[in-house]
């Protein structure tokens, strides 16, 4: 069993979390946390690079001058790649980077990535993060009460929230996100990572339905 404190909006300890690790994850695999995290970085890849081959550029596909006879090394088109102006020798083309992973893979992958964070004291519960508007002075005062000030933060709640949105889009180093949304690079980019109790809840009763499904 493990047990984490509860923080308010102070920063100050409210109670704790006692639950057992292995309902997220029973093991953690760093081979395929790399293999996610790689899929995700190559699916964000435009892949709109673009460059001409010697068929494509401007120009005559006559020899520059005869074999022989001139003196110089031999020619041949002035659209050739070691030529300036000249077509790329291997030119660049359009390409999708993208792949997908099998679709249980990737979810065992996000459920370890929160538990390493658990592992590693990388995660802070705290009580409530509900807003009645945008407050982004608040947000910010919250963060520096629980020691996240400066630092790389996912800000984790149960569901979609505007306010909680709008408060800490503009709070520099600091993302939002739901836990439906959640994927194994977007909780191991940020140093730590901030969840409200209703979002652990949310984050175990999901990997319990998962297992039994």
Not at 5 to 18: C, L, M, Q, T, W
Not at 61 to 77: C, E, H, I, L, P
Not at 181 to 206: C, F, H, W, Y
Request: hydrophobic residues 40%.
């Amino acid at each position: 069993m493990a047990s984490l404190p509860i923080f308010n909006r102070s920063g100050a300890e409210v109670g704790k979390y006692d639950f057992d690790p292995a309902e997220i994850a029973p093991k953690i695999s760093k081979q395929l946390l790399h293999d996610v995290v790689v899929m995700y970085q190559a699916n964000k890849r435009q892949g709109t690079v673009r460059t001409k081959s010697r068929s494509e550029v401007a120009g005559t596909s006559k020899k520059m001058y005869r074999q022989k006879g001139t003196g110089n090394a031999r020619a041949g088109s002035r659209r050739t790649g070691i030529r300036r102006g000249g077509g790329h020798i291997h030119a660049l083309l359009p390409r999708d980077y993208s792949y997908r992973l099998p679709r249980k893979a990737v979810q065992a992958a996000t459920r370890m990535a929160i538990a390493s964070k658990i592992q590693d004291n990388e995660l802070v519960v705290i009580d409530d993060l509900a807003f009645a508007a945008p407050k982004t002075k608040e947000m910010a005062t919250i963060l520096k009460a629980l020691g996240l000030g400066g630092t790389t933060t996912l800000i984790t709640i149960a569901a979609a929230d505007d306010n909680v949105y709008k408060s800490g889009r503009n709070i520099d180093k600091v993302t939002i996100s739901p836990v439906s949304e959640l994927n194994a690079l977007s909780i191991l980019q940020p140093r730590r990572m901030l969840v409200t109790r209703a979002a652990l809840d949310a984050i175990r009763q999901k990997a319990t339905a998962k297992k039994v499904g």
